[in-house]
């Protein structure tokens, strides 16, 4: 199947998130994984050993990374935003690279207008949820739209 994504937080508040999300990347076929402005250290969380099948960046700031992110890949933020598209409804495009910002204070609203699309992940409740789940949940519905499986 063609297309490739990436996946990455803002600002990780706590590393046993990013090794959450990065063995949730392994599963669902990242192509990358990354973080802006902050350095990843090896974590529990990282049970199946993602480290060696999905390579991780590490962008010091966010201008590093809109400089160096990959050629073509529209930035998805996820988000909660009046912007956002409720995820059950968004069409994932067939190249993306999806960027989540940490728990506590999300994404700065001039790095969320260079995104090109922003999703919320819906639930009952207004509020903040655990950027490893929110980020696993995206992959989730991206893999279940591009195996053909209706929302």
Known sequence: MRGQFGVGVYRPKVSENVGTLWRAAHLYGASHLFTVG?????QASDTSKAWQSVPAFAYDDADDFLTHRPFDMPLVAVEL??????LGRFEHPERAV?????EDHGLPPWLLDRCEHVVQVETAQPWSMNVAMAGSLVMYSRHLQRAGVPA
């Open 81 to 86: 935003s009046d912007r956002a598209v409720p």
């Open 98 to 102: 999806y960027l989540l910002g940490a």
């Open 38 to 42: 902050a350095r990843y250290q090896r």
